[in-house]
């Protein structure tokens, strides 16, 4: 009798042990795209790769993120499209890009919005930015998951005349994204604004089909535009966070434990994008000059003051109360 009842447990156990390891030889592995337009290196890059390295971790091998830097699956627009109608898994970019298929998400890269990281981080953790998300979700299948990376503040730099007030960019050709935002920014200045997506900026600065162009100094860096460009003035006019973007039937089709792996390795990369964005502010500027670009610091309150009827011209379009509704 005893000998039975061991055989019998014997059994119990043995078809206990083929069942768990069946079940964890069937766990479904799943292979993920994440496209973006930052150069290699760039610190975007680098917190993207290393969340992918963190997800692949946590996973066991499980979960692979695959990245393609540098525009290799399009531009910023087009690569939000694919993730909008679900052949590409993941994206990152700022407000005024996803503003081209919500336009009210755009008021958080709207010039001189937020007076530092932590108040921004504040804004886009408000209940009226969760809204905006949502609502970007809804018409898009859009989804923003983890928090916000800090992509930098911009400044405006140019081949031959410094920019230390206004008045100096008045008939000057800009580049600016493919957001109807940076459009309406550079008007208000005077300048004229020419949409441009980024692989192509680099040989527009060169061969003068443009003036100059904004962004932080990290992209500066990485896209080598102090090569081609003298001046940069520190006009600070843009705060720009990013977001970490996903197709929302991507995003339903994972499961809960899987879904907690990817958003704790973006956050992870999200921290180390900050850190260095922040030590670059403050390093680069060294390297520019070494470079021998003339760096100056104007007025801000020139710009912020005509930088105002960016704000007068799409309160309609953004809700008249959303400014208010997200500072409060």
């Known amino acids: ?24 030889s069937q766990e479904k592995k ?20 290393k ?20 525009s290799q699956l399009g531009n910023n627009k087009e690569l939000v499209q694919q993730v909008s109608d679900g052949s590409l898994e993941f994206v990152t970019d700022g407000p005024g890009m996803f503003a081209n298929w919500h336009k009210p998400i755009e008021i958080f890269e709207a010039p001189f919005f937020a007076k530092d ?10 209940n009226a930015a969760k809204k905006l ?20 503040v911009r400044h405006f730099t140019t081949k031959n005349k410094p920019i230390n007030t206004p008045d100096d960019l008045k008939g000057l050709k800009i580049r600016v994204p493919q957001s109807p935002l940076y459009i309406d920014m550079i008007s208000s200045l005077g300048a004229i604004p020419t949409p441009m997506p980024f692989p192509e900026v680099y040989v527009a600065l060169q061969t003068n089909l443009v003036d100059g162009q904004e962004n932080p100094v990290a992209t500066i860096n990485a896209g080598k535009f102090q090569e081609v460009q003298k001046n940069l003035s520190l006009t600070g006019h843009i705060m720009t ?6 197709n929302t039937k991507t995003w339903n089709s994972l499961n809960k434990k899987d879904q907690d792996i990817i958003l704790k390795a973006f956050n992870l990369g999200g921290t180390i994008n900050n850190e ?11 390297k520019f000059k070494l470079s021998g670009m003339n760096i100056t610091t104007p007025n801000k309150n020139l710009f912020q003051d005509k930088m105002k009827k960016v704000y007068q011209n799409n309160e309609d379009k953004w809700g008249k109360n959303l400014l208010s509704e997200i500072k409060k």
């Open 30 to 49: 799943i292979t993920l795209k994440f496209g973006h337009f930052a150069p290699i290196n760039h610190p975007i890059d680098v917190g993207i790769n």
């Open 1 to 24: 009798m005893f000998l039975k009842i061991n055989k019998i447990l014997t059994l119990i156990l043995v078809s206990l042990s083929i069942f768990t390891f069946s079940s964890l």
């Open 51 to 70: 969340a992918a390295e963190e997800i692949k971790k946590l996973s066991n091998g499980r979960i692979i993120i695959n990245v393609f830097p540098a």
């Open 276 to 286: 260095l964005t922040f030590k670059g502010e403050k390093e680069l500027l060294e």
């Open 133 to 152: 998300y949502s609502d970007l979700e809804n018409k898009s299948n859009l989804k923003i998951i983890g928090n916000s990376w800090y992509y930098g």
């Open 241 to 246: 966070p990013f977001w970490i973007v996903t």
């Open 117 to 126: 990281w932590e108040e921004m981080k504040k804004f886009t953790g408000s």
